[in-house]
């Protein structure tokens, strides 16, 4: 076991309302109060920082970076410039008048925060491109709406099965 003492330096604490530290010790990689015993057999290192500026560091493990490089030339279709289906279609067609040959993909919707309080469906990105794919992420990335183009080109059909720990959503038709 390990512990190690980081002195003269000037730390963020990650709250506001607590003061700046100007030391801090970490066992085995967690903060611990400075002032507890070292169990027995326990090395100490203390390290002078110099002055030297420490912040938090963050790992946010949710944050879809892919999903959010996947996106930077989609249609954003989030409030205030989507709030309904129509304007989310009006939003889709416009990116695909800036992008004849490509997908036409939108990211953002929530469809709780559509007038219609639904999921747009296949046959409402139908209304954009019969004849182009149209793609559109949820806004928490872990769902998609496609129309008829995109499923015909991945091959997918009414009886297409699940994959495996997903589901594709189906209606009567």
């Avoid at 995109?150 to 720990?165: F, K, Q, S, V």
Wanted: net charge negative.
């Amino acid at each position: 076991m390990s512990r190690i003492h980081y002195k003269n330096l000037c730390a963020f604490p990650g709250r506001t309302g607590e003061p700046i530290l100007t030391e801090f010790t970490v066992e085995d990689g967690i903060f611990i109060a400075d002032d507890s015993p070292a169990p027995d057999g326990t090395e100490i290192v203390t390290i002078d920082m110099r002055g030297a500026f420490v912040m938090p560091a963050f790992i946010d493990a949710h944050a879809h970076p892919d999903g959010l490089a996947m996106t930077m030339g989609a249609a954003a279709c989030t409030p205030p410039t989507v709030r309904s289906i129509p304007e989310l279609q009006s939003a889709l067609r416009k990116m695909a008048a800036k992008h004849p040959e490509d997908w036409i993909e939108g990211w953002g919707y929530d469809e709780s925060l559509l007038a219609e309080g639904r999921t747009p469906l296949k046959d409402d990105l139908d209304q954009v491109s019969a004849d182009r794919p149209v793609f559109i992420r949820r806004s928490d990335y872990h769902s998609a709406v496609v129309n008829s183009k995109a499923l015909e080109m991945a091959g997918i059909d009414r009886n297409t099965p699940d994959p495996e720990g997903g589901a594709f959503g189906r209606d009567a038709n």
